[in-house]
């Protein structure tokens, strides 16, 4: 069965750290990729996706994520977290053969001030 | 343009009550998911429908729950015989058909109190 893979469910910084959220998916067709935010409180927002092209994609508040199809993964990055990065990050895949969309468990990042 | 709709905001119901949730999904999209949010956890998957059609409910309890996506009108998940533990987040998203660029957006949620 294809899943998304979240490696971390909790994941703590200091402010000016650098961010790195893995997520792996099992499935070799085609594929879009997303990843969500959740602040406290809020609904799920996308912040980046990735259809086709340049595998590295840029997405709002200075994320960017880069797909490696060998890999399987799309994993988010920022070089320089802020308190208000504080939320639930959400990896999810669109594959081609399922016209579905799923979402991996999640991870919650705490950013200390 | 407006976003996808979700109805009631908030909803309090006692024990053993119906609660129905609706989702109004963006203009043209024929793709619905209905996502539970538990405080504390994650995002759990409970249904896929297309217009008049379940795709996939592998995520649904197998009592009380139900959903549809009628031909007019909103997708319903409906509650039945409500308990504490469905106390939780109800997310709904929606897509149009995949055809490469498909992505879901998300509603505001819907934040089921059972009391």
């Known amino acids: 069965a294809q899943s998304v893979s979240q490696h971390n469910h909790h994941v703590i910084l200091s402010e000016a750290a650098s961010l790195e959220l893995g997520c792996n998916y099992s499935?070799?067709?085609?594929?879009?990729l997303f990843w969500y935010v959740q602040y406290p409180g809020q609904h799920l927002q996308l912040l980046l996706k990735?259809?086709?092209?340049?595998?590295l994609v840029k997405g709002i508040k200075g994320f960017e994520a880069e797909f490696i199809k060998s890999k399987f993964s799309f994993n988010l990055r920022k070089p320089s977290v802020q308190w208000s990065d504080t939320a639930e990050y959400f990896c999810?895949?669109?594959?081609?053969?399922?016209?579905?969309?799923?979402f991996g468990k999640g991870t919650r990042l705490h950013i200390l001030p | 343009n407006a976003g996808v709709m979700q109805n009631p905001r908030h909803l309090v119901r006692r024990r053993g009550q119906e609660a129905r949730l609706r989702c109004s999904p963006m203009?043209?999209?024929?793709?619905v998911y209905w996502y539970r949010q538990l405080p504390e956890e994650g995002l759990k998957f409970m249904v896929y429908?297309?217009?008049?059609?379940?795709?996939?409910e592998s995520g649904m309890p197998k009592e009380r729950f139900s959903a549809e996506f009628p031909k007019e009108g909103p997708s319903i998940l409906r509650i039945q015989q409500v308990v504490r533990g469905d106390s939780a987040a109800y997310f709904c998203?929606?897509?149009?058909?995949?055809?490469?660029?498909?992505?879901?957006?998300f509603g505001q949620g819907t934040r089921l109190t059972v009391v």
């Open positions: 998203a929606s897509s149009w058909p995949g055809q490469g660029n498909t992505e879901a957006f």
């Open positions: 499935y070799g067709g085609t594929v879009n």
């Open positions: 990735y259809f086709s092209g340049d595998p």
């Open positions: 999810a895949v669109w594959m081609n053969r399922d016209d579905k969309i799923i």
């Open positions: 203009k043209g999209h024929s793709h």
């Open positions: 429908l297309q217009k008049e059609n379940i795709i996939d």
